[in-house]
């Protein structure tokens, strides 16, 4: 009798809920009326003339009939804490929504008036006002539009339209900073096929995320989108392609003249829509923004909607630490300073010596994160310019399977680089206000968020997944010491696969998470294959080696093995030796005691290019391979030493073998991604590292090879 009436109540509470959903979305004009105005986006200020399209506040509320939320997105670089607290602190008096539940976030155009200073820009004050006026009347609109609605979602992969701009340098094309150093390995926009780079620091996220709400008949009311992709580019005063995108996708899905459409910017800090890989392209403003709208028209038609969805939302203040100058440099900024007065600095290093005092002078921070939960998706918000890695943790972890990051919501904090990033140097983490926070702020805001994210859920965060393919399981079938994947999204450690617990620790000057070896191609801006052999169901990654190396202590005896893919990206006439992949030796032996196995250069002649095996300056034997290595693509690679007698095979057949006295001390370190003394490391990416301590046979190669059905690449 109970169960009778309960499951009437339930149901009944089911259609309250579904009827209580509702929806309001509006767009507010915020394009200035005044000329000349300060544009800001550069190094150095500058002024724009007139608009040459409409800049918005395009803002949607939400509310389940519990809790009611606000998300605005608005077509402005970048906007600070204040101008954005006062913006919700006005919609808050308005609507009654707490400021709490409403995240507001800039688009990232960087053809919009300047409301905050950045670099060598001052903010327009009278802008800056009208501004958060026009945020908080977006808001209040959007309230007062809400009506009964439906909402659905979904995800689709848009690998074209977004690359990484931050590529790794050869170590003599490092980039001078503005303080007089040639401290950058890494460096935004290397030109398109640059002898200078090498490859890119890190991956990109693919993702077109869309949250679609309809009225209750089913007409199209509003569409937020939101993709990892810097901006396009455009002349100042526009909203470049973020406006194009809001402006047409509401014709493509046959939406009426009050349809909202939105894209807010995601994790795009190193992202930009350039394949530097590739050569240059015809591309337009128009073209690339039609051809987002098209791809994101077609996975509207097949999302799902609903009658209702739950709705959460949380928020947290992390205090972090600004990089103070040392005295110095602030010696030095203030000279330059002082000659600057009078005048606004006028070269990069006026800019970033004004910078380093603004930051003494406020050398810490407080920044403010979000999580939000809409039904099934979950939303994080965070007010800075993050690298796509970054938005790659937060799903990855996600208790919500289905998420997508904001970023320069609530405040414009600057870029925030990995801690391994950090030692690549480049732009992005020069001292300033667009990216001054200290070397952890990344690791701390993803655990914040993850925390945020886990509250609006009520679920704890997934574990990243470590499936192995079948070339890991030939691997792990045959018993290695250690067996080193590289897939690492974050940290220090190489963790061991074989169970053995023999961790290896990266050193400075290696980046994680690229693609890795897949079975066709070099995989630089290709999509990566699902599944893989290497990976299984999800994309396959690698490290790339960029002066650094990963340390093991491995006891390998008299007789061992070690197996590898490399992908090497220093050309055969760029030095020496091209570089070393593994080295067996006690570290910073300058005899360079032990074995190392590497690629010619320039001083093994007719074997540049080519694998070489050395065993150190005091015995000074070299064995050298046949066979040119492709450039910028994988081979596979195995080393046998059984006694004095040394194999090595490239891409499973058998490329050398000969005589070599064994040198190396007992409990010598194992290295991959360099030499023991650190004399010419490896320039590129190693993947599925794996140690024996035995001398492994003919056969165990050809069949590891075999099983991971890769195509060798053409020579």
Known sequence: MIHRILLPLLASAAIAAAQDFRAGAAAVDITPTTFPIVVNGGFTEKTAAKAFDSLFARALVLDDGRTRIALCVVDTCMMGRGLIDGAKAIASRETGIPTERMLVSATHTHTAPSCMGALGST???????????????????????????????????????????????????????????????????????????????????????????????????????????????????????????????????????????????????????????????????????????????????????????PLAMAEATLPLKMRVADE??????????????????????????????????????????????????????????????????????????????????????????????????????????????????????????????????????????????????????????????????????????????????FEDGVALHLPGVQRVGGAISTPPEVPSPFSGGQINRAAHFAGGRLRADAKLGPAYSVELWLWNGLAANARAITGYVFSLGADGDKTAAGDHLGIGGTANGEAAGRLIFFNGNKANTTLTGRTELAFRDWHHVVLVRDGRKVRAYLDGKLEFEGDAEPTSAAGASAFLGGRCDGFANFEGKLDEVAIYDRAISDAEVARHFQVAGRTPPAR
């Not at 977004?162 to 040639?182: E, H, S, V």
């Not at 006026?350 to 998706?377: F, K, N, S």
Request: glycine fraction near 10%.
């Open 328 to 505: 110095s440099r602030l010696e030095w900024a203030r000279k330059l300073v002082r000659e600057a007065v009078g005048r606004g600095p006028k070269t990069k290093e006026e800019v970033y010596a004004r910078e380093q005092l603004i930051i003494a002078a406020e050398p810490e921070r407080e920044i403010v994160l979000q999580a939000v939960r809409i039904g099934d998706i979950g939303i994080t918000a965070l007010p800075n310019e993050v690298y796509a890695i970054t938005g790659l943790k937060l799903k990855a972890r996600s208790p919500l399977r289905t998420t997508f990051n904001i970023e320069l919501a609530n405040g414009g904090d600057g870029y925030i680089p990995p801690p391994e990033q950090h030692a690549l140097g480049g732009y992005t983490t020069w001292a300033a206000r667009t990216a001054g926070l200290e070397p952890q702020a990344e690791p701390r805001i993803v655990e914040t968020l993850l925390g945020l994210l886990e509250k609006v859920s009520g679920e704890k965060r997934r574990a990243i997944a470590e499936p192995v393919g079948a070339y890991g399981k030939a691997v792990l079938a045959d018993k290695p010491a250690a067996f080193w994947r590289l897939n690492e999204i974050e940290g220090r450690r190489a963790a061991d696969a074989s169970g053995r617990g023999a961790d290896a620790a």
């Open 123 to 309: 903010s327009d004050e009278n802008y800056a006002l009208y501004l958060q006026v026009r945020v908080a009347d977006a808001i209040a609109e959007a309230a007062r539009n809400l009506a009964p609605a439906r909402i659905g979602w979904t995800v689709v992969p848009a690998w074209e339209f977004t690359n990484c701009r931050r590529w790794i340098r050869r170590p003599d094309k490092m980039i001078a900073d503005p303080f007089g150093l040639a401290s950058g390995r890494a460096h935004m926009h290397p030109g398109y096929e640059s002898p200078d780079a090498i490859g890119p620091s890190g991956p990109t996220d693919p993702d077109l995320s869309l949250l679609s709400v309809q009225t209750r008949d089913g007409k199209p009311l509003a569409l937020l989108a939101n993709f990892s992709m810097h901006y396009f580019g455009a002349q100042a005063v526009s909203a470049d392609y973020f406006g194009k995108f809001a402006a047409g996708i509401g014709k493509l899905i046959g939406a009426g003249d009050s349809f909202v459409g939105i894209m807010s910017q995601g994790t795009s800090g190193d992202s930009h829509w350039m394949d530097y890989s590739k050569p240059k392209t015809d591309m337009t403003l128009d073209r690339y923004a039609d051809g987002v709208m098209r791809l994101a028209a077609d996975a509207y038609a097949k999302i799902e909607h609903r009658d209702s969805a």
